[in-house]
């Protein structure tokens, strides 16, 4: 059985006397996107700071491609690569020559794979000219092409898209999902974004005052057809009992509202049947679930500072 890109195991961090991070558990594949997200001082920092090495763990492991970041270092942190902050960039040096200072610091970098990593990261053109003149998006283009320079299996990214345009955002996102899905790199991913956490990750962690909440994928494939629908009728006791009889769905209600879930394609022979039971339909509504509520609903609403 192939080892996970990345697995933490009843991870803790106690600082003097106080706990930091409680029994962190979760494993990260190959190709897969993570977004680990929580409220600010949920422990994200500390946990991914474990993850490279940067922090000492008080007890449990971290373990990369079946190596322990406590007792292999060297081997384990040789398949990470991370931005934790701003990419560290000299401005008066060209993008290649940042690219050959990095790679010179880590033995068997040659020019070619320097060259297939600017490729990757569409940085061609840009690649000969001054850091100094990059927009923020080239430059965050440019700290994650120094981070893959050695060939990593995990590729961790703190804030990505922190100060971007939207088009700076677009731009990165779509080489993220570039390095999962064509290169089988891990990728996890820090932010406060949760929109473009939604758009980018196929899984999430959410880490809420040191502990694990939830680990979920970001579209739930059990009820991907399902969808929520709201609908006001009158009268509604009839109407609520043709859908709970005759289609079968269970329905709550809430202020003259009927709630239920079906697939879409359900719902014109629903309202057709209301209809020929001469019942008036005032509204019908549609709801998708973003992570936004989804984040909300586990964690509470007043946790963010």
């Known amino acids: 059985m192939t080892a996970p890109a990345m697995e933490l195991s009843n991870v803790n961090k106690t600082i003097g006397s106080k706990k930091i991070i409680k029994d962190l558990s979760f494993t990260i594949n190959k190709g897969e996107v993570f977004g680990f997200i929580g409220p600010n001082g949920a ?4 946990t991914i700071r474990m993850m ?5 763990i ?8 079946g190596k322990s970041i406590k007792t292999d270092y060297k081997d384990a942190v040789r398949e990470v690569g991370a931005i934790v902050e701003n990419p560290e960039l000299y401005p008066f040096m060209s993008g290649w020559q940042n690219l050959k200072h990095f790679a010179r610091m880590m033995p ?4 070619e794979r320097i060259m297939d990593v600017v490729k990757l990261l569409g940085m061609e053109k840009p690649i000969k000219e001054k850091v100094g003149r990059y927009s923020l998006g080239m430059r965050q283009r440019l700290g994650i092409a120094q981070a893959l320079l050695h060939n990593p299996s995990v590729l961790i990214l703190d804030e990505p898209t922190n100060g971007l345009d939207p088009a700076g955002i677009r731009e990165i996102r779509k080489y993220i999902r ?19 956490i939604e758009l980018m990750c196929d899984r999430i962690g959410i880490i809420k005052n040191g502990e694990l909440i939830t680990t979920e994928y970001v579209h739930d494939t059990e009820d991907e057809n399902l969808k929520q629908f709201s609908l006001e009728a009158t009268p509604a006791t009839e109407a609520l009992h043709i859908i709970q009889n005759d289609f079968g769905f269970d329905v709550t209600t809430q202020d003259d509202m009927l709630t239920f879930k079906c ?9 057709k049947a209301l209809i ?3 019942i008036q339909l005032y509204q019908v509504n549609m709801k998708n679930d973003s992570l936004e509520d989804k984040f909300f609903d586990l964690i509470g609403e007043n946790t963010i500072e």
């Open 43 to 46: 422990g994200k920092t500390t």
């Open 52 to 56: 490279v090495g940067l922090m000492k």
């Open 58 to 65: 008080t007890n449990g492991d971290v373990r990369i491609l």
């Open 108 to 111: 068997g970098i040659t020019n």
């Open 178 to 196: 570039k390095l999962a899905e064509e290169e089988n790199v891990a990728v996890i991913i820090s932010s406060h974004l949760l929109s473009e």
């Open 263 to 271: 697939a879409k394609e359900q719902m014109p022979p629903l309202t």
């Open 276 to 278: 020929e039971h001469n």
